[in-house]
């Protein structure tokens, strides 16, 4: 049994397409998938301006989140269906008990060989010794500045930016290696500091990726007034150095690398706004309340928490997922439309 649900705003004309029946996950456009981006939690400690509402968003209550349990059976279902990598994201997954546990769990799925994690670092000092002997592969960190105050700034949380750096800092030594930095590029707030990133990638074994903001319903202002296209803080960072396409890092995403000679880390570029990469797209989506999400943006999803609490089978609603999976997003800059009447980023894990 197939459900669909409708997040809000119009019924979308829900295409469905035909897909391989059995084997891999393949979906209608002929694109494989091997990467599952899980969201275990709604909730952040921080309040970043293109992310979320400073007064926070209505949570989701604890019983409609996915145990750990729950996520490991969906996981190891979709592996049964070439699934190879996974990513655990939020809102901010430390700020849920026990997150180890969970690493634990996907670990021993057989099929799963890479399994990161997405965080704003404020919690990794704590916890990224524990995460590492549990298992997890690779961190990636959200770091929107250098200097501190401003990490506070855009955080909306006075304080974070002692915690966030010395985060970075526990986790290159509990050995995560690639370590990827994830840098949301704002006009007036931080393109100023797109050479200094890369300057840091000359001496670290950093990838910083510069991304460039999406329009989501609670940041139109920022999405509006603050957009840095890729193309310009590539061209700023060209200013100071002769900045060399390369293959990049291991790992499952859309980014283009450049490096500068010799250096020790790469500068990266994330596009969803002025190029789209959907051709290339490999990904689907798990929310923490069980959302099967085949696209970032837009209205579509399957429900699986209820049926896989009641012990229905998986695998269809996975193929139904498959088959209405969109060739593209249809994001605008400066607008929600397209958005699928999402708040943040953080209800979807990003
Ligand atoms: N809390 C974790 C973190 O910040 O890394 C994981 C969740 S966060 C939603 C995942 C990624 O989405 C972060 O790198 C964040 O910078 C990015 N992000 C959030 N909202 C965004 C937006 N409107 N446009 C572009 N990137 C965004
Ligand atoms: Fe929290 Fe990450 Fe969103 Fe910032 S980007 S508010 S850290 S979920």
Same mark, same amino acid.
């Given at each position: ?32 998938? %091997? ?5 275990? !939690? ?11 509402? %400073? ?17 490991? %059976? ?7 269906? /070439? ?39 404020? *919690? ?20 929107? +500045? ?85 193309? %310009? !803080? ?63 943006? /837009?209205?579509?999803? !399957?429900? *699986? ?28 800059? /400066? ?10 980023? +953080?209800?979807?894990?990003?």
């Amino acid at each position: 049994m197939t459900r669909l649900v409708q997040l809000g705003g119009a019924v979308p004309a829900v295409a469905e397409n035909a897909i391989p029946e059995h084997g891999p996950m393949t979906d209608g456009f002929g694109r494989r998938i %091997e990467y599952l981006r899980i969201s275990v !939690t709604d909730k952040c400690n921080l309040r970043c301006v293109y992310c979320m509402p %400073e007064e926070g968003l209505p949570w989701l209550r604890r019983e409609e989140l996915l145990s750990y349990e729950e996520i490991g %059976e969906i996981v190891r279902t979709m592996a049964g269906l /070439g699934l190879r990598r996974v990513r655990i994201t939020g809102g901010e997954p430390l700020v849920r008990r026990d997150l180890p546990s969970l690493v634990r769990i996907l670990r021993a799925v057989p099929g799963i060989e890479d399994i990161a994690l997405s965080t704003n670092a404020v *919690l990794l000092g704590e916890h990224a010794d524990a995460l590492r002997a549990a298992g997890l592969d690779r961190v990636n960190v959200s770091l929107d +500045s250098l200097i501190p105050e401003r990490i506070d700034a855009i955080s909306r949380r006075p304080g974070s930016a002692r915690a966030v750096l010395d985060g970075l800092e526990a986790a290159e030594r509990a050995g995560f290696f690639p370590i990827k930095v994830n840098c949301v590029v704002m006009r007036g707030r931080n393109d100023d500091e797109v050479e200094a990133f890369a300057a840091v990638t000359r001496e670290r074994p950093w990838h910083v990726r510069f991304i460039e903001v999406m329009p989501t319903g609670d940041n139109l202002g920022v999405s509006q007034d603050e957009y840095v296209s890729s193309e %310009e !803080t590539l061209g700023r960072i060209a200013r100071i150095g002769d900045l060399r396409p390369v293959a990049g890092p291991r790992g499952n995403g859309p980014a283009r690398y450049y490096a500068f000679p010799g250096a020790a880390g790469t500068v990266g570029v994330i596009t969803p706004m002025s190029h789209n990469y959907c051709g290339s797209c490999n990904r689907m989506r798990l929310t923490a309340d069980g959302q099967l999400r085949p696209c970032l943006f /837009g209205e579509l999803h !399957t429900a *699986l928490r209820d049926p896989l609490r009641r012990g229905e089978p998986l695998e269809p609603l996975i193929r139904h997922t498959l088959r209405i999976k969109p060739e593209r997003h249809w994001l605008v800059q /400066g607008s929600d439309e397209g958005s699928g009447g999402l708040r943040a980023l +953080s209800q979807v894990g990003g």
